[in-house]
């Protein structure tokens, strides 16, 4: 009797343990959790399907649909025909300056080539206006970098040489094309720069009368500007006794040159 009490309290034991293990009937809190999600989606559908078909429909298909022609680099008259015959119009047309595209010119359009456009949809074009012209400006006898600013501020591209020539050294004696030449920009200017008169050799007219020696000096292109008298005996009378620059000096033709010949006292 009493083994038999005993199977039975643990078999009682075991069969309270059972329900602890379990989720218990009903699903508990997440299929409440799922029912909500499905009936919020679906609620959500519902509205979207109202406000899409019926409150705020889509607008009906337009009808044909051309693509627009390519009217770039054509003249205003062909590119009218081409927006004709592709049943659209030519629009606004605006103009632009380009360095090389010849004036009349389409650059650009607007909408592009190729999308679509319904019939007689305006296309605006952009037309070229060709390349900005200007007159050569007047830098002869310029410094040579006063002029190449005036050229290059002017919208020319300068190139420069040099040249001898009597005008001073670094002035302007020669513009290509000449000066008032109509040019379409960018355009190459050339200068030709002066590297000044030759030199000359100061010669030695130590010893020379008077009149042999301004002789020699202006047939070198060098200009006497002062003669001063000095005293002297016997031959050196109407002789020349010093000179300024010495001999051998390297000068500019037209520098000037001082003498002092020899004079017999008052």
Do not use: C
């Amino acid at each position: 009797m009493k083994l038999g009490g005993s199977l039975r309290r643990r078999r009682r034991g075991k069969k309270r343990r059972g329900p602890r293990g379990s989720s218990g009937s009903g699903g508990g809190p997440g299929r409440f959790v799922l029912t909500l999600l499905g009936l919020g989606l679906g609620g959500w559908l519902v509205g979207y399907l109202v406000a899409t078909q019926i409150v705020f429909p889509a607008p009906p298909p337009p009808g044909d649909l051309h693509p627009v022609p390519d009217l770039r680099g054509m003249g205003l008259t062909r590119a009218s025909e081409r927006a004709s015959g592709a049943q659209v119009t030519l629009g606004a047309v605006d103009s632009l300056q380009h360095p090389t595209v010849p004036a009349g010119t389409v650059l650009g359009q607007s909408p592009l080539p190729g999308q679509l456009a319904t019939p007689g949809t305006a296309v605006r074009v952009t037309v070229s206006t060709g390349p900005q012209r200007r007159a050569v400006p007047d830098v002869l006898r310029l410094d040579e970098e006063r002029a190449r600013i005036i050229l290059e501020t002017s919208g020319f591209v300068v190139r420069s040489d040099t040249v001898e020539s009597d005008v001073t050294r670094g002035r302007v004696v020669e513009v290509a094309p000449g000066v008032d030449s109509v040019l379409a920009l960018p355009a190459e200017v050339a200068l030709s720069v002066s590297t000044g008169p030759p030199l000359v050799l100061m010669p030695r007219v130590l010893g020379m009368n008077e009149e042999a020696a301004r002789d020699t000096l202006e047939l070198l292109g060098l200009e006497v500007t002062e003669v001063e008298e000095v005293f002297r005996f016997g031959r050196d009378q109407g002789i020349v006794v010093e000179q300024e620059p010495g001999a051998d000096t390297e000068l500019d033709r037209g520098s000037e040159v001082r003498l002092a010949v020899g004079r017999r006292g008052r």
